[in-house]
């Protein structure tokens, strides 16, 4: 898996978009880029995933650049059941395994 | 619902007395992990299971234990607890390929005294 590097912290407005980066300079051509998040101390969540192409689901956009060395998710819409640890990965589960970093606490204040 | 159920979720034991983390899945998946999380060390995997009665060790499996003797079950055997394994315990599985994603249960907090 592809080492990644997120911004330790980052706050946002509610109701306003987060933006959070993921650096993943490493990537491979076959591994797909990850986000999941966690809430307080729940199980982990995935949230959405992508291979070179940007994604949308019902929870978040994923833009990842042309060279996919780097990413960005997207809430368009923060609220404050937003706030939690944001951990971008890549290489998917292959062999069952995931690879967290330190991920990114996210705050969404009123 | 696709679920991942672990029991229990809060567990305070003594030191030497074994202990059993049950973990169940609904999907037919293959792959099961068991993760722990400790404050600045983020998730580390203990141990993975790719089917049944096929596992293999992750980052940190000294102390644990683990089975799988059915698909839908992965339990985390602690033969003889330690307190340097007081954490919060993740069990996830998935499909297991690079286009799928895990799910996680709910998690165990497991306090060893």
């Known amino acids: ?110 | 619902e696709a679920q991942v159920t672990q029991n229990p979720r809060y567990l305070i034991t003594v030191t030497g007395k074994k202990l059993t983390v049950t973990c169940s899945q609904n999907m037919n998946h293959e792959y099961m992990s068991w993760y722990r999380q400790d404050p600045g060390l983020g998730l580390r995997q203990i141990y993975y299971s790719m089917n049944v009665e096929v596992t293999d060790k992750g980052d940190v499996p000294e102390g644990y234990k683990v089975s799988r003797k059915e698909k839908r079950n992965f339990p985390l055997i602690l033969e003889s607890p330690s307190p340097n394994q007081t954490s919060l315990y993740f069990c996830a599985s998935s499909a297991g390929t690079a286009n799928t994603e895990a799910f996680f249960g709910q998690g165990t907090r497991l306090t060893v005294v």
Not at chain 1, 13 to 33: K, Q
Request: with cysteine; aromatic share 8%; hydrophobic share 25%.
């Open chain 1, 1 to 110: 898996d592809a080492k990644t590097t997120q911004p330790p912290s980052m706050d946002c407005a509610e109701g306003r978009a987060a933006n959070l980066p993921c650096n993943h300079s490493t990537i491979s051509g076959n591994e797909y880029v990850y986000w999941y998040r966690q809430i307080h101390s729940q199980g982990p969540q995935y949230i959405i995933h992508g291979l070179k192409n940007n994604e949308t689901n019902e929870m978040a956009s994923l833009i990842i650049t042309e060279d996919r060395k780097s990413s960005t998710l997207i809430l368009p819409h923060a609220t404050l059941r937003d706030t939690a640890v944001y951990y971008c990965n890549s290489g998917g589960t292959s062999y069952g395994k995931l690879t967290f970093g330190q991920g990114t606490i996210l705050t969404v204040h009123p």
